[in-house]
């Protein structure tokens, strides 16, 4: 029986990962770690298998010395993470079994690599990227949207304009705009439009709730025990 903890066990996505983990076979539960206790996790947490941190940036280095002292496998949900803090995740991986993602549903993985395709067949069109979520959600575009975001424009040379406001004059070539909208309970939707002449291709996700995220962060937590040591993407172990 392998032993997981989770990070952020007191929000709704914590709540919920718990839950599934203590419902799945072959995983325990050994407890869970939050603002108010997570300076434990840097010397006297005990260690386990794996670790399921769906936090926030902020609990990344306790995280990070909890992963080096213990030697756990990390399931890394956090979005926002900047540069530098991806750059930890995979410094993690030389040592343990690492796998970040902004979105562990498997439909949205199927997305991007639908969008990644479209980009490519349709590759003189317009894109616009589109997310929806509940009005509590601090960060964006969402982690999701930036993977999209990727997937249509993989070599990042396409300038990216975030909304439009004003007098912004006709659409800049090869230009991809990028939309967040926020409010009600949305667990989240995200569109890639693709505009060409006198027609249009969206593709769309729409989560009904957290729970497709938790099935499927724990099922990648199980796959990522049998993994070797590494940094590994949601795709890598899913698919």
Not at 45 to 74: C, E, I, N, Q
Not at 85 to 114: E, F, M, P, Q
Not at 162 to 186: D, N, Q, S
Request: charged share 20%; net charge negative; aromatic share 6%.
């Amino acid at each position: 029986m392998a032993k997981a903890i989770v990070v952020g066990a007191a929000g709704r996505m914590g709540t919920l990962l718990s839950a599934e983990i203590e419902a799945t076979d072959g995983l325990e539960l050994a407890g869970g770690y939050d603002v108010n206790n997570i300076d434990e996790l840097d010397e006297v947490a005990p260690a386990v298998d794996v670790v399921v941190d769906f936090s926030k940036p902020a609990a990344l280095p306790h995280v990070a010395a909890y992963v080096k002292r213990t030697g756990a496998a990390l399931v890394c949900g956090t979005t926002g993470l900047s540069d530098e803090d991806l750059a930890t995740l995979r410094a993690l991986g030389k040592a343990s079994r690492v796998v970040w993602s902004s979105n562990y549903s498997l439909g949205v993985a199927v997305l991007r690599r639908v969008a990644a395709e479209a980009a490519r067949a349709l590759a003189s069109w317009d894109i616009e990227i589109a997310e929806t979520h509940h009005n509590q959600k601090v960060d964006a575009p969402s982690g999701t949207a930036v993977a999209l975001l990727h997937a249509v424009d993989p070599e990042g040379t396409s300038p990216v304009v975030y909304g439009r406001e004003g007098i912004v004059g006709v659409r800049g070539e090869r230009e991809i705009g990028m939309h967040a909208l926020r409010g009600g309970t949305v667990a989240g939707t995200h569109e890639v439009h693709f505009f060409g002449t006198d027609e249009e291709v969206c593709l769309t996700h729409r989560a009904n709730s957290r729970q497709i995220f938790v099935a499927g962060a724990v099922a990648c937590a199980k796959r990522l025990l049998q993994a070797e040591v590494g940094f590994h993407t949601f795709d890598d172990l899913m698919f």
